[in-house]
Nanobody, 122 residues
Framework: VQLVESGGGLVQAGGSLRLSCAAS????????MGWFRQAPGKEREFVAA????????YYADSVKGRFTISRDNAKYTVHLQMNSLKPEDTAVYYC????????????????WGQGTQVTVFS
């Protein structure tokens, strides 16, 4: 499955952004989906994951209560709604697809998008 992210941009602290990830085909519905991010000079970090059906969701502690992951299997898309953004949320955000149930480590994901930049200024 091929993935394309969109929705990144420049936003003031406290603001919101909604990232989208479009998948290429019907096999999307068989994949768990995750969002990761990587800030300059830092390792890639898990953000959120959602099971193939959408019934199970998991968040990193750093974004819990502020970010919401969702998916639309009819439209082959996954979203990340980001509220109350902080400067430390600045990173390139990647969506990824996994055949495993709902992994939180990057090496469990098989397919990655190209990333979208999110910059939060104070």
């Amino acid at each position: 499955v091929q993935l394309v992210e969109s929705g990144g941009g420049l936003v003031q602290a406290g603001g919101s952004l909604r990232l989208s990830c479009a998948a290429s085909g019907r096999t999307f519905v068989t994949y768990a989906m995750g969002w990761f991010r990587q800030a300059p000079g830092k390792e890639r970090e898990f953000v959120a994951a959602i099971s193939y059906s959408g019934s199970r969701i998991y968040y990193a502690d750093s974004v819990k209560g502020r970010f919401t992951i969702s998916r639309d299997n009819a439209k082959y898309t996954v979203h990340l709604q980001m509220n109350s953004l902080k400067p430390e949320d600045t990173a390139v955000y990647y969506c990824a697809a996994s055949r495993q149930y709902m992994p939180t480590t990057g090496d469990a994901y098989d397919n990655w998008g190209q990333g979208t930049q999110v910059t939060v200024f104070s």
